[in-house]
T-cell receptor, first 115, second 113 residues
């Protein structure tokens, strides 16, 4: 069964550094998402992406964040100048081509630790 | 704004007890409903989903959920829990207009052997 993959599984970085989290969505999916889960808290929506542009973003998704689909298969989340409070699990998700099928398939997550 | 409420923050049960976790959502439009489970240190796994049709949906591992539109609820049930069901459970609502999911705060289930 096709699945969403994410790399790395765990990223440790120093405060102020830039990180890029990578996701490979399911191949025929057209809608892509990033969610965040701070330890012990709920999963929060960050951004959705369709047709090479952001379709929706939360108030969390400020200028520090950016997303890109650089090569037609990867979907990346870039966090510039990381802060301690960016430490969280970041989940990528993708959704199929038909609007009627609104199930998001989540990846295993990348645990980001900012020191 | 859409919101999802999970009434039980932490539930402790003994093995073989019955489980019901509450979930209510606020959005009145077309929604798709999901329950996810997150075992300690692991990622989200889909337990079950509701799109349309029979409001009683069955998922994996013996879980089921009932969609009651008039109550904006989608409660998760299992007749007899096992120790291996110890995990965090998240209710989520996909808003078809906004194109995103909103998650509840989660319920931690601890099953004592």
């Amino acid at each position: 069964e096709p699945e969403v993959t994410q790399t790395p599984s765990h990223q440790v970085t120093q405060m102020g550094q830039e990180v890029i989290l990578r996701c490979v969505p399911i191949s025929n999916h057209l809608y892509f998402y990033w969610y965040r889960q701070i330890l012990g808290q709920k999963v929060e929506f960050l951004v959705s992406f369709y047709n090479n542009e952001i379709s929706e973003k939360s108030e969390i998704f400020d200028d520090q964040f950016s997303v890109e689909r650089p090569d037609g298969s990867n979907f990346t989340l870039k966090i510039r100048s990381t802060k301690l409070e960016d430490s969280a699990m970041y989940f990528c998700a993708s959704r199929g081509p038909l609007r009627a099928y609104n199930e998001q398939f989540f990846g295993p997550g990348t645990r980001l630790t900012v020191l | 704004a859409q919101s999802v409420s999970q009434h039980n923050h932490h539930v402790i049960l003994s093995e073989a007890a019955s489980l019901e976790l509450g979930c209510n959502y606020s959005y009145g439009g077309t929604v798709n409903l999901f329950w996810y489970v997150q075992y300690p240190g692991q990622h989200l796994q889909l337990l079950l989903k509701y799109f349309s049709g029979d409001p009683l949906v069955k998922g994996i591992k013996g879980f089921e959920a009932e969609f009651i539109k008039s109550k904006f609820s989608f409660n998760l049930r299992k007749p007899s829990v096992q120790w291996s069901d110890t995990a965090e459970y998240f209710c989520a609502v996909y808003n078809t207009n906004a194109g995103k999911s909103t998650f509840g705060d989660g319920t931690t289930l601890t099953v004592k052997p």
